[in-house]
């Protein structure tokens, strides 16, 4: 983890010719059946050659690297860049257009939940925490009540 991405490096390059672009569109190989078997009876199994696409969806513009040299797969994602607030310049200065967005929703409809909030921004899970967790640190909303009653309040 960096200051302004993440870094995903998982050891070994893509198997049997697979390319960036393909595995964007789907594409995947069992390397080990025995292992992929077990983790579909057993896990949460979504499909094989879905993890990347879930991925391009809550995140877009994952960039991808095959390091067949270095046999690795690098997977980076960048971090939104965070202004702050700055207390001279008035609440909605280093606050991004969906963070606003966040803030205007919550005045509606305050106690809202986070799933509720990624249908109102229109984002995904993932990205909708990034955001709320970037409006707790700058102490404009806070969360109130238990995981399964609870919401979110602005401040």
Do not use: H, W
């Amino acid at each position: 983890m960096f200051d302004n991405r993440v870094e995903i490096i998982s050891p070994g390059c893509l198997p049997d010719g697979l390319t960036v672009e393909s595995i964007k569109l789907g594409s995947a190989v069992v390397r080990n059946p025995f292992i992929a078997n077990f983790c579909a009876k057993t896990m949460p199994y979504r499909g094989l050659g879905s993890g990347i696409i879930r991925a391009l969806q809550e995140e877009p513009n994952i960039k991808s690297i095959n390091e067949p040299a270095g046999m690795q797969f690098i997977s980076i994602i960048d971090r939104i860049a965070d202004e702050g607030v700055n207390e001279d310049e008035g609440i909605n200065e280093g606050i991004n257009e969906l963070e606003s967005l966040i803030l205007t929703f919550l005045e509606k409809k305050p106690g809202a939940k986070g799933y509720e909030i990624a249908e109102y921004i229109q984002k995904g899970a993932a990205t909708t925490e990034r955001y709320l967790r970037s409006l707790k640190d700058k102490e404009l909303i806070e969360y109130k009540g238990s995981r399964k009653t609870g919401g979110y309040y602005k401040k």
